[in-house]
């Protein structure tokens, strides 16, 4: 009997598993029948932060997403094998050093800020192969762009590379003199 089971949970195993982690920021694509006569399918998406993952990398294995929906808090777990979930994409990454971020039920605001990682809108379930594109050759019309070195910005560049002095602040001795006059 254990047998048949294992191949039926074999077979109901998605094989493009993401590499989904507590602190990503991710999107989650799900099928929902439609509740009209015409019946038909709706793509929901449902975007939010991991806080938890259990249940390791098999059959049962979860994720549980939080976003914040007009105020009100709104965790959903999801099975990672659903066949509901078409897609799932990772918006953001973050740093953390907790495997289950409960703790970010009490945040808010700018307290609920994480330090993120750059690796936007990667899409994990479908692959894309980016063809190479040809140099564009200059005229001598148009000026080649500046490459900027990894410590500065664009806007420093524009800048001149100098960041502006902050004005001393004020004591109350000075502004006490500066009423009196």
């Known amino acids: 009997m254990s047998k048949k089971l294992d191949i039926f949970n074999k077979?109901?195993?998605?094989?493009?598993?993401?590499?989904?982690?507590?602190?990503?920021?991710?999107?989650?694509?799900l099928k929902l029948a439609e509740?009209?006569?015409?019946?038909?399918?709706?793509?929901?998406?449902?975007e939010g932060l991991v806080i938890a993952i259990k249940h390791g990398k098999g059959i049962n294995a979860t994720f549980t997403v939080?976003?914040?929906s007009l105020g009100v808090g709104v965790e959903r777990i999801f099975p990672i094998h659903c066949p509901t979930i078409t897609k799932i994409e990772l918006v953001k990454r973050s740093r953390v050093r907790r495997a289950k971020l409960y703790y970010m039920r009490e945040r808010r605001?700018?307290?609920?800020?994480?330090?993120?990682?750059?690796?936007?809108?990667?899409?994990?379930?479908?692959?894309?192969?980016?063809?190479?594109?040809?140099?564009?050759a200059t005229?001598?019309?148009?000026?080649?762009?500046e490459k900027?070195?990894?410590?500065?910005?664009?806007?420093?560049?524009?800048?001149?590379?100098?960041?502006?002095?902050?004005?001393?602040?004020?004591?109350?001795?000075?502004?006490k003199k500066k009423e009196s006059k």
């Open 11 to 29: 077979a109901q195993l998605k094989q493009n598993i993401p590499d989904i982690r507590p602190g990503d920021v991710v999107r989650v694509f």
């Open 35 to 46: 509740k009209t006569k015409a019946g038909g399918q709706r793509t929901q998406v449902f």
């Open 66 to 68: 939080r976003k914040i």
């Open 109 to 136: 605001g700018k307290k609920a800020r994480m330090k993120t990682k750059e690796l936007l809108g990667v899409n994990w379930t479908e692959p894309k192969e980016e063809a190479p594109t040809p140099a564009k």
């Open 139 to 145: 005229d001598g019309k148009e000026k080649p762009k």
């Open 148 to 175: 900027l070195s990894e410590g500065k910005s664009s806007e420093a560049s524009s800048k001149g590379g100098k960041k502006k002095a902050k004005p001393k602040e004020k004591t109350k001795k000075e502004l």
